[in-house]
């Protein structure tokens, strides 16, 4: 009780952040994710910042930035990696836009499993977050085993906030987080914690099919050989620029045949010329073209 309480006092006694504060921030975040933070997003910045604050026992932004800026090797990578963590938004839970994993289980798995040869299928959840979106994938794909049977399965499931990957790779999750779960799938591919009512953790078959690890877009090597990518909700968080390049990329890394899932909210109008627009029931599903 204490220590919450003295932690309260120094987060209450922490200095405003100012404006010129907050564009150096901004700057050293684009430069470092691609994240982009338009000038309304100061408090919110400033709200998030605060945990390092804290953690490093700063009173001051300004301090806090002049201490990223002396960091050099090891220190300076963890300390941006912590930095990067509690200022990305991780907001999701499982089947979230379910229409994409009705495409995904009705027709991109079995078209895919017609045409490709070596029975590898290779999937990427590209922000996943505290892993729902992976486990859900890892779902889908055990309910198409009809079509996949003697097959090379991997989901690869990265994130540049390394607690949400802690999270995910422990897969106990309840409340908000499964409530668009089927019962069906919830009684087949979760087991309750029995010391915690309406807790459940993901069976090991799930865990199984999926890999996490850190990544950062724009510092970080791509897995390749990729036969379906899911990056949603993302590019809205990157200006033009890092949207371009990141979708660049994706198509130097899918297979053809292959498949890009994106947000509602998300075009790639504009952005790239690689990839197809292709309505796959309702859902926003954009195909490589061959390539030159």
């Known amino acids: 009780m204490k220590r919450r309480g003295k932690a309260l006092v120094m987060e209450l006694n922490i200095k405003r952040l100012t404006e010129e504060e907050f564009k150096k921030f901004a700057k050293l975040i684009h430069d470092e994710s691609g994240i982009f933070l338009k000038d309304s997003k100061i408090t919110l910045l400033s709200n998030r910042l605060r945990k390092r604050l804290q953690a490093l026992n700063f009173m001051e932004f300004a301090a806090y930035y002049d201490y990223l800026q002396r960091l050099s090797g090891d220190e300076k990578k963890r300390e941006y990696e912590m ?99 089927p019962p069906e799938y919830l009684n087949k591919y979760f087991i309750p914690k029995k010391s ?64 890009l899932f994106i947000g509602h909210s998300e075009t790639l109008h504009s952005i790239s010329e690689d990839f197809v627009y292709r309505k796959i029931l309702e859902a926003p599903v954009y195909v490589p073209k061959p390539r030159r």
């Not at 390394?162 to 790779?169: G, T």
């Not at 807790?199 to 724009?218: A, C, I, P, R």
Request: glycine share 4%.
């Open 83 to 181: 930095l990067l963590d509690v200022v990305s938004t991780n907001e999701t839970y499982f089947f979230r836009n379910e229409r994409h994993f009705d495409a995904l289980i009705q027709t991109s798995i079995p078209e895919l499993a017609k045409v490709k040869t070596n029975k590898k299928l290779r999937i990427w959840s590209a922000a996943c977050s505290t892993g729902e979106e992976p486990y859900t994938l890892a779902i889908c794909v055990l309910e198409c085993m009809k079509y996949l049977q003697g097959w090379q399965i991997e989901i690869i499931a990265t994130d540049i906030a390394l607690s949400v990957l802690e999270f995910a790779r422990i897969g106990e999750y309840s409340g908000r987080r499964i409530e668009k779960v």
């Open 196 to 259: 915690e009512p309406g807790v459940y953790t993901v069976k090991d078959e799930l865990k199984k099919l999926v890999k996490f690890s850190y990544l950062n877009f724009f510092k970080n090597p791509f897995p390749s050989d990729l036969d379906i990518i899911f990056c949603r909700n993302v590019m809205i968080y990157f200006d033009k620029e890092h949207q371009q390049k990141l979708v660049g990329d994706f198509f130097k890394v899918i297979n053809n045949p292959g498949f």
